[in-house]
């Protein structure tokens, strides 16, 4: 079965840098859509970001806009989420996720992905 598998979360300061990964397997990689979901403590799951199967779509939640960048190596089956200049509103645990679309959309509904990892956290301190 499909395997998505974060890392790369941890405790860091504001200001700082995390570059998540996930990792994917038993999955068509190149042609799938990817994308980071973010859910802290008592609120709903949220988009963070997203790419298409080749890479050369992006899309961004206007809170992360010009601080994180998505990217993907489809020869590595991974997907990376780099995350820059964080804050304290950016704790959270993040999941990463996969959509079989033929279409360039990358819709920011979490039901809208088929598969999902387990997530991985990440705290930042002010």
């Known amino acids: 079965q499909v395997q998505l598998v974060e890392s790369g979360g941890g405790l860091v300061q504001a200001g700082d840098s995390l570059r998540l990964s996930c990792a994917a397997s038993?999955?068509?990689?190149?042609?799938?859509?990817m994308a980071w979901f973010r859910q802290a403590p008592g609120k709903e799951r949220v988009f963070v970001a997203a790419?298409?199967?080749?890479?050369?779509?992006?899309a961004y939640g206007d809170s992360v806009k010009g601080r994180f960048t998505i990217s993907r190596d489809n020869a590595k089956n991974t997907m990376y989420l780099q995350m820059n200049s964080l804050k304290p509103e950016d704790t959270a645990d993040y999941y990463c996720?996969?959509?079989?679309?033929?279409?360039?959309?990358?819709?920011?509904?979490?039901?809208?992905?088929?598969?999902w990892g387990q997530g991985t956290q990440v705290t930042v301190s002010s």
């Open positions: 038993r999955l068509a990689f190149s042609i799938y859509h």
């Open positions: 996720a996969a959509r079989f679309d033929v279409s360039t959309r990358l819709p920011p509904e979490p039901s809208m992905y088929n598969y």
């Open positions: 790419i298409s199967g080749s890479g050369s779509s992006t």
